[in-house]
Structures are given as structure tokens and as C-alpha cells.
């Protein structure tokens, strides 16, 4: 009779993902201002009227509590209610808000769409930039910048889906060694939600082999990379394991 191996307990890596950092940070009032224009579409003066009673009845309540004090959503809803009550006031009598029609909206949803191209253009040029280092043979000189995790996935589209194996190695040495954009602790633990496990898990290994000998050229690491490619979660227990040794 065969005793059955005991259930394999893992270690959290020191850069596992235990909550996905969000690729932009959550905006309260942008999210107010969503869910008051939802709620008036459709709706005429006289209910928007009606609900901002409501919302300067809420705002009055909630002023008695100090945890409410800095409610920005709340803030920001009872002044887009009180934006809606006055742009309605001054249409005519019966009109009905539309977001479609609202110029502040079109407006924002304009700038927004702005944002988005520059955001795709200033991605396609550090791709760019980074592809004529790779030609070169000097990607391993470059400090990584805030935002290298999505030029990451542009240049796996461009491979047709396919990793890159370099690139990932490099933004794996530069998060261990805390280079460029990741000398920053915020930028070391975003790279949780937006590096995917088998570069979080090289750098993990990488940092923890670094310590015993200083110094040590990146090439003689080079396992660790195929370790986390082939098995990221085990690399990663590896390096909780070393971490723990040493402590």
C-alpha cells in the first residue's frame, strides 16, 4: 500500500499578484458622475428636481458624520444633480436629459477618446524604440519607464501572441534590481496586476539569488528564467523559500 504524498503547499512569491492593481486608479467622481447620468436619462425637470431634494437631503445627513466628510463620489453626484436641474431649467418645457445631447458629456467623452489615441501613440513609439534596441543588442542598457508592462503586450501582438523572451527577462532583472520606473515601491507593486506570473516569478527567484553574491552577472542567472517559464509557481516557492532561509 502506497502512502499518498501529502497535498504540495505553495508560498507566496514576493511579487505574486495577490490583488490585480487596476490599469488605471479608480476615479469616485468620475464613477458619481456615471451613475447620476444613468439614473437622469430619460428623465424631465421635475424628477431631476425631485432627486436633487433628495441628494441635498443625503449631503445634509451624511455632514453630521466625520467618515463622510471627504465622500467625493457623494460630492460629485449632488453636483452633477444640481448641473442636470439647471441645464433642464433652462431648456424648454417637457424636454427630457440625454447624455447624447449634453455638451459637457460629448465633451469629456471626446477627451477621453484624446487621451486614448495619444495613449496608443506613445505605446507604438516606446515599442518602436525598444525593437531598435533589440536590433542593436542593447535592451539590457534601457531603464524601464511607467507604462513598459503595456508596451510588453504591444510587442507580443506584434509577435502574433507569441512571448518575448527577452523582453520579459529584462523587465524581470530590472524589477529585481528595482531599475528605472520600478525604484518606485508603487511601481513594484503594480507590477503585480499587470506583469504575468512568469516574469513576476523570475524576478522573484533573481532577487533572492542576487543576495548571497553581489554582483552576479545576469547571464549566470539565466536558468532562472527557464525555471519560471516552465513552472512559474514553483519558481515562485523557490524564492519564498530562499526568502524565508535567509530571514
Given at each position: 500500500m502506497t502512502t499518498?504524498?501529502?497535498?504540495r503547499r505553495t508560498a507566496r512569491s514576493p511579487y505574486a499578484p495577490h490583488v490585480a492593481a487596476p490599469r488605471e486608479p479608480v476615479d469616485p467622481?468620475?464613477?458619481?458622475?456615471?451613475?447620476?447620468?444613468?439614473?437622469?436619462?430619460?428623465?424631465?425637470?421635475?424628477?431631476?428636481?425631485a432627486a436633487l431634494e433628495?441628494?441635498?437631503?443625503?449631503?445634509?445627513?451624511?455632514?453630521?458624520?466625520?467618515?463622510?466628510a471627504d465622500d467625493v463620489r457623494g460630492r460629485t453626484e449632488l453636483?452633477?444633480?444640481?448641473?442636470?436641474?439647471?441645464?433642464?431649467?433652462?431648456?424648454?418645457?417637457?424636454?427630457v436629459y440625454d447624455p447624447d445631447?449634453?455638451?459637457?458629456?460629448?465633451?469629456?467623452?471626446?477627451a477621453a477618446r484624446e487621451a486614448e489615441l495619444r495613449e496608443a501613440a506613445r505605446i507604438a513609439a516606446r515599442a518602436d524604440e525598444l525593437q531598435a534596441l533589440r536590433r542593436l543588442g542593447t535592451l539590457e542598457q534601457a531603464q524601464p519607464r511607467d507604462g513598459d508592462e503595456a508596451v510588453r503586450e504591444e510587442l507580443t501582438r506584434r509577435a502574433g501572441g507569441c512571448v518575448q523572451a527577452d523582453v520579459d527577462a529584462w523587465l524581470a532583472r530590472a524589477l529585481a534590481a528595482h531599475l528605472g520606473h520600478y525604484r518606485a515601491p508603487?511601481?513594484?507593486?503594480?507590477?503585480?496586476?499587470?506583469?504575468?506570473?512568469?516574469?513576476?516569478?523570475?524576478?522573484?527567484?533573481l532577487a533572492e539569488?542576487?543576495?548571497?553574491?553581489?554582483?552576479?552577472?545576469?547571464?549566470?542567472l539565466a536558468f532562472a528564467a527557464r525555471l519560471a517559464t516552465t513552472d512559474p509557481e514553483a519558481t515562485g516557492a523557490l524564492a519564498a523559500f530562499l526568502a524565508r532561509a535567509r530571514s
Open positions: 499518498p504524498w501529502p497535498p467622481a468620475r464613477i458619481g458622475r456615471r451613475v447620476i447620468r444613468r439614473r437622469a436619462k430619460g428623465v424631465d425637470a421635475g424628477a431631476v428636481a433628495d441628494a441635498l437631503f443625503d449631503a445634509r445627513q451624511d455632514s453630521r458624520h466625520e467618515d463622510l453636483a452633477e444633480w444640481e448641473r442636470i436641474d439647471q441645464l433642464l431649467a433652462a431648456a424648454v418645457p417637457g424636454t445631447t449634453d455638451e459637457v458629456v460629448q465633451a469629456e467623452l471626446a508603487a511601481a513594484r507593486e503594480a507590477a503585480a496586476g499587470l506583469l504575468p506570473q512568469p516574469v513576476l516569478a523570475h524576478a522573484a527567484l539569488l542576487a543576495r548571497p553574491v553581489p554582483g552576479t552577472d545576469a547571464d549566470q
